[in-house]
Structures are given as C-alpha cells and as structure tokens.
C-alpha cells in the first residue's frame, strides 16, 4: 500500500491536510473518524447525483418506495474499514 506524505496547515480555526493528486477524491464532502488507535479515517461521502431522474421516475410512477429504499440502503453501506501502518 502506498503512503505518501503530506503537509497539514490551518485555515481560519480549522487545519486543512494536502491530499496529494495519487489520493485525489471524487467528490467534494468527506466524513472524518478517529478510530480506537487514534488514526483519522476519511470516508469520501458519494455525491447525490441523479436526485432530479429518481424524482422523475418517482413521479411517472416508474420506481416504487422499495426501490429507492433498496437503493438508498445500498449507498448509506458502509465501505469496509482498509488497514493501514503506523508512520
């Protein structure tokens, strides 16, 4: 597994960390955790595309409620949790 380092600064009251262009994320909201070894885990969170098309499908009565909620259940899954080693 690659690692690469980075550099954390702050920005306002908070710290901001570089993310290099290897790690680059697909979108532009993330949650941030702190597991039991204190380590930050960052979970790239999906970004809502194809809200206006559900809502459409939803209104030609193409999808019904157990569909979206089979689909809302798939995205909130969580991603398993990849191992890492110490720096």
Avoid at 68 to 81: D, H, K, S, T
Wanted: charged content about 30%; aromatic content about 4%; glycine content about 6%.
């Amino acid at each position: 597994m690659e690692t690469l380092p980075s550099r954390v600064f702050n920005n306002g009251n908070s710290q901001a960390v570089r993310i290099p262009a290897e790690f680059r994320l697909d979108t532009d909201r993330v949650s941030i955790t702190r597991n039991d070894a204190g380590d930050l885990v960052i979970h790239p969170l999906r970004v809502q595309r194809g809200t206006a098309l559900m809502q459409a499908l939803k209104a030609l009565g193409e999808v019904d409620d157990d569909f979206v909620g089979a689909l809302e259940a798939e995205r909130e899954a969580p991603l398993p949790v990849q191992e890492r080693e110490a720096l």
